[in-house]
């Protein structure tokens, strides 16, 4: 089951405690299914659970009897196609909730949502029947697809009107309708949880949590790495100077605390320069200041046999 699937059936197994949350789901679940009409129309789903949820809703809160049926979509999978084929059962449930059906623009009728717990029933009706939720593993997505554009700015204000959480959507218009949607992961756990589906906001944030430290391992390995590129190189370098100072003038020419580092550079290539100082019981500054002398010395040499510079 998708991630969508997975919250919606979360959402249908919410217990409605009052009569007017009752309407307000119905009302959510049918004004975004494109079946809020006057026309015949259909809304098809792959959610069972969602599809049940509706048919329930309109007998429950409306009064109407909507019609099921199953089938196989396009790409091979269970389809649920919820419908009102009869025109008077159309008119009942636009009338249910204060629609005549030939309103020049569908819009929010704000009279059944006066309660707070009446809006999130209405948002959670409204979720089942055009809500969708990417995959938190890919991205972090949720939208409402709504039909008309009044509605979807309908829709857009009332989320940002829930005193909850403080709600950022953002309005896109997509072929054939709008999208009403929210990409900040704790906006999208806030209003799973305020939905009612607690279980799939926790998946979302378990998620967000494996993320967010796989990427705290994954720097800290770069930058590990990175420092351990630029040590070995300078390492290097050094290493190739002291030879050529050796293979010209040789290392005994050099001053003892010049020839000793030089030595054990040689002898020793990996060490730090921390622990290279505490070999020569010297400081670390001190332990680079003498290998800059000895890289200088070695690139002039080098310069003169005609080499432009070391590594």
């Keep these: 089951m998708s991630f969508s699937g997975e919250i919606k059936a979360e959402l249908c197994g919410a217990e409605i405690k009052k009569p007017c949350c009752l309407g307000a789901e119905c009302y959510g679940a049918w004004l975004f299914s494109r079946c809020f009409t006057l026309r015949e129309s259909a809304w098809v789903t792959e959610c069972a659970p969602a ?9 429950a809160g409306a ?7 199953y089938a196989v979509s396009r790409r091979q999978k269970p389809a649920y196609r919820v419908t009102l084929p009869d025109p008077s059962e159309r008119a009942r449930l636009l009338e249910a909730f204060g629609h005549s059906g030939y309103e020049t623009n569908l819009r929010i009728n704000r009279a ?7 809006v999130q029933a209405f948002l959670r009706g409204a979720f089942l029947t055009c809500g969708t939720a990417t995959d938190p593993r890919k991205a972090y997505h949720l939208e409402y697809a709504v039909p008309h554009k009044n509605l979807a700015g309908d829709l857009y204000t009332l989320l940002g009107e829930i005193p909850a959480f403080r709600a950022a959507p953002a309005v896109v218009q997509r072929k054939g309708g709008y999208a009403v949607y929210l990409k900040e992961s704790g906006q999208i756990e806030n209003l799973l949880t305020y939905l009612g589906a607690p279980q799939a906001a926790m998946e979302l944030m378990q998620v967000k949590m494996f993320k967010e430290a796989k990427n705290n391992i994954n720097r800290k390995t ?8 630029k040590t070995f190189s300078a ?7 002291i030879a050529a100072i050796n293979d010209t003038v040789g290392l005994d020419t050099l001053p003892p605390h010049l020839g000793d580092l030089a030595r054990l550079r040689l002898q020793y290539p990996d060490m730090t320069l921390r622990e290279l100082g505490e070999r020569l019981h010297i400081s670390r500054s001190g332990v680079n200041h003498r290998l ?13 046999k005609g080499v432009e510079n070391i590594l």
Excluded: H, K, W
């Design 63 to 69: 009064g109407v009897s909507a019609q099921l049926y």
């Design 292 to 304: 800059q002398r000895l890289l200088e010395l070695g690139e002039r040499i080098l310069e003169e």
């Design 222 to 229: 770069n930058f590990e790495t990175a420092n351990m590129d």
């Design 51 to 59: 599809a049940r949820r509706a048919m329930e809703l309109c007998a």
């Design 112 to 118: 059944p949502l006066e309660e707070d717990c009446c």
């Design 235 to 241: 390492s290097a370098r050094q290493t190739a100077a």
